[in-house]
């Protein structure tokens, strides 16, 4: 039914004519970018009353005195329900700290946390389809637990601020919310998310569209295609200062993906996007040192490249063998 | 009356400092108004995601921006 609108108002109100490029971009562009604006506020609005149920308090409670690898696993698991703003980070950090939670443990978290985030999710979903975005979740589910089970094989505990392992966190009974104020609160969260990210979605969508509208079919190929070995790496070199532009790249990276990139250079390209943002790192400074971040981003860096090449070898087998 | 408004400096602790500072004005209630930006403060309470509103010591909410009416409640005793 969208496309039938998009269709309507470019080739008959804008009199455009279909299977010019022109018009293969506009109607690209309106498509889309309703598309997304519905599944955003509608989907933002449903994880968010979803995520009222667990704040990082109850995270805590459940992650309880895990140890590793089942620690890892439960960590990654609610990184993704887990309500999570760079600004929360601290106080996240050191509660988790606080409770006798391994360091690796509260790594999968705050990897999982940012990566796979309902943002990422639904653009992946309304451009790519429900399978690229359930490979998504479990390859950011994947990359968090290993990556934890990395940092924690480090014994880095020494690379903590040291205030960290004196604060005490008081005990107390869990604020229980009423369904009113669960719904003013994802009411509030969507609109907050929707104020930060709308234009990053217009301009991706743009810029996607003229992509798919104007370059050649076999521009990508030339340049990051299954011939360049080096393609993942430069990806993931170039998309780790562009966080917060998620929600404006996945549009360019579908386009890009229609001319020709490989899936798992698109995919690495995307969640390096995601998994390592330079605010985040900025507030993490706060507890860690200098070098635990620096062996942080190494790590996910290095995990998110691995996973480019994996998922670019598969294909490239699955698509021979089909 | 004595109100903590926990927070590290995020545009969101502002709006609700702002938010319970302006209910008490409106209320005309006798109350002091403390904004928490140490984190070991805040942690004392046990709130780990800010922002965070604690009236005598109790927490009232934490990791959002309560509504207007919301404060004047707790503000009243309700």
Same mark, same amino acid.
């Given at each position: 039914?969208?496309?039938?609108?998009?269709?309507?108002?470019?080739y008959?109100?804008?009199?455009?004519?279909?299977?010019?490029?022109?018009?293969?971009?506009?109607?690209?562009?309106?498509?889309?970018?309703?598309?997304?604006?519905?599944?955003?506020?509608?989907?933002i609005?449903?994880?968010?009353?979803?995520?009222?149920?667990?704040?990082?308090?109850?995270?805590?409670r459940?992650?309880?005195?895990?140890r590793?690898?089942?620690?890892?696993?439960?960590?990654?698991?609610? $990184?993704?329900?887990?309500?999570f703003?760079?600004?929360?980070?601290?106080?996240?950090?050191?509660?988790?700290?606080?409770? $006798?939670?391994?360091?690796g443990?509260?790594?999968?978290?705050?990897?999982?946390?940012?990566?796979?985030?309902?943002?990422?999710?639904?653009?992946?979903?309304?451009?790519? $389809?429900?399978?690229?975005?359930?490979?998504?979740?479990?390859?950011?589910?994947?990359?968090?637990?290993?990556?934890?089970?990395?940092?924690?094989?480090?014994?880095?505990?020494?690379?903590?601020?040291?205030?960290?392992?004196?604060?005490?966190v008081?005990d107390?009974?869990?604020?229980?919310?009423?369904?009113?104020?669960?719904?003013?609160y994802?009411?509030?969260?969507?609109?907050?998310?929707?104020?930060?990210?709308?234009?990053f979605?217009?301009?991706?969508?743009?810029?996607?569209?003229?992509?798919?509208?104007?370059?050649?079919?076999?521009?990508?190929?030339?340049?990051?295609?299954?011939?360049?070995?080096?393609?993942?790496?430069?990806?993931?070199?170039?998309?780790?200062?562009?966080?917060?532009?998620?929600?404006?790249?996945?549009?360019?990276?579908?386009?890009?993906?229609g001319?020709?990139?490989?899936?798992?250079?698109?995919?690495?390209?995307?969640?390096?996007v995601?998994?390592?943002?330079?605010?985040?790192?900025?507030?993490?400074?706060?507890?860690?040192?200098?070098?635990?971040?620096?062996?942080?981003?190494?790590?996910?860096?290095?995990?998110?490249?691995?996973?480019?090449?994996?998922?670019?070898?598969?294909?490239?087998h699955?698509l021979?063998?089909? | 009356?004595?109100?903590?408004?926990?927070?590290?400096g995020?545009?969101?602790?502002?709006?609700?400092?702002?938010?319970?500072?302006?209910?008490?004005?409106?209320?005309?209630?006798e109350a002091?108004?403390?904004?928490?930006?140490?984190?070991?403060?805040?942690?004392?309470?046990?709130?780990?995601?800010?922002?965070?509103?604690v009236?005598?010591?109790?927490?009232?909410?934490?990791?959002?921006i309560?509504?207007?009416?919301?404060?004047?409640?707790?503000?009243?005793?309700?």
């Amino acid at each position: 039914m969208l496309q039938a609108l998009a269709d309507l108002l470019v080739y008959r109100l804008l009199v455009i004519h279909p299977g010019t490029e022109l018009g293969s971009s506009l109607d690209f562009f309106f498509y889309d970018t309703v598309k997304i604006f519905l599944l955003l506020t509608v989907i933002i609005f449903v994880v968010a009353v979803i995520r009222s149920f667990f704040p990082p308090e109850r995270a805590r409670r459940l992650l309880g005195n895990k140890r590793e690898y089942v620690g890892n696993l439960l960590a990654s698991l609610l $990184g993704i329900v887990t309500p999570f703003c760079s600004c929360s980070a601290v106080p996240l950090f050191i509660g988790f700290i606080e409770s $006798g939670l391994p360091l690796g443990v509260t790594f999968s978290f705050l990897i999982s946390s940012p990566t796979v985030n309902e943002v990422a999710l639904i653009m992946l979903w309304g451009l790519f $389809g429900w399978d690229i975005a359930l490979l998504y979740v479990a390859t950011g589910v994947i990359l968090a637990f290993i990556g934890g089970i990395v940092i924690g094989k480090l014994k880095l505990e020494h690379l903590v601020e040291d205030y960290v392992y004196k604060i005490k966190v008081g005990d107390r009974e869990e604020v229980v919310l009423t369904w009113r104020e669960r719904f003013e609160y994802a009411r509030d969260y969507t609109k907050d998310i929707l104020k930060r990210v709308w234009l990053f979605v217009i301009i991706g969508i743009g810029l996607g569209a003229l992509i798919h509208g104007y370059a050649p079919i076999d521009f990508i190929v030339k340049y990051a295609g299954p011939g360049n070995p080096f393609a993942v790496i430069i990806a993931v070199l170039i998309a780790i200062p562009l966080y917060s532009n998620a929600a404006g790249t996945i549009p360019i990276v579908q386009a890009l993906v229609g001319k020709g990139m490989p899936l798992g250079t698109a995919l690495a390209f995307m969640m390096a996007v995601v998994a390592i943002s330079t605010p985040e790192m900025i507030i993490l400074r706060k507890v860690i040192k200098p070098k635990m971040i620096a062996i942080f981003v190494g790590i996910i860096t290095v995990a998110i490249i691995f996973i480019g090449y994996l998922f670019n070898f598969v294909f490239v087998h699955h698509l021979l063998g089909a | 009356m004595d109100i903590e408004v926990l927070g590290t400096g995020c545009i969101k602790c502002k709006k609700l400092e702002e938010n319970v500072r302006s209910a008490v004005a409106e209320l005309r209630i006798e109350a002091s108004v403390t904004k928490v930006e140490d984190i070991a403060k805040i942690m004392e309470h046990g709130v780990m995601s800010t922002p965070g509103v604690v009236i005598d010591g109790v927490v009232k909410s934490e990791g959002r921006i309560p509504s207007q009416q919301e404060i004047k409640n707790w503000l009243q005793g309700k």
